[in-house]
């Protein structure tokens, strides 16, 4: 069974950088998509980044420039590095990946098969 466990959330202040992790277990498909999305208070889900089987990456307008997706040397994790955060970066944030292949539209959170729990990022002015 396919299973991701997200890491490295906290509270910062703006400006600060936060490093978040995600570690994938029971599985090894050759084409697949990890992303990372977050969901503020009262607000809906939403995109932030996401990198490919192939290393392509692609970012949510609202984080370009400031964070990086990248996937590490195990390639069962996958990391975003948060740099410059603002206080609407608040969030809890999810890893996700479709394990089926690249997704047609990578904003579509129903891309995504597999989900994590979830690790809370709070950035405070």
């Known amino acids: 069974q396919v299973q991701l466990a997200e890491s490295g959330g906290g509270s910062v202040q703006a400006g600060e950088s936060l490093r978040l992790s995600c570690a994938a277990s029971?599985?090894?498909?050759?084409?697949?998509?990890m992303a990372w999305f977050r969901q503020a208070p009262g607000k809906e889900r939403e995109e932030v980044a996401a990198?490919?089987?192939?290393?392509?990456?692609i970012y949510a307008d609202s984080v370009k420039g400031r964070f990086t997706i990248a996937k590490g040397s195990d390639s069962n994790i996958f990391y975003l590095q948060m740099n410059n955060l603002k206080p609407e970066d608040t969030a809890m944030y999810f890893c996700?990946?479709?394990?089926?292949?690249?997704?047609?539209?990578?904003?579509?959170?129903?891309?995504?098969?597999?989900w994590g729990q979830g690790t809370q990022v709070t950035v405070s002015s």
């Open positions: 990198v490919d089987s192939d290393g392509n990456t």
């Open positions: 996700a990946a479709a394990t089926y292949g690249v997704p047609y539209n990578w904003r579509d959170e129903k891309e995504f098969d597999v």
């Open positions: 029971g599985y090894s498909y050759s084409r697949h998509c």
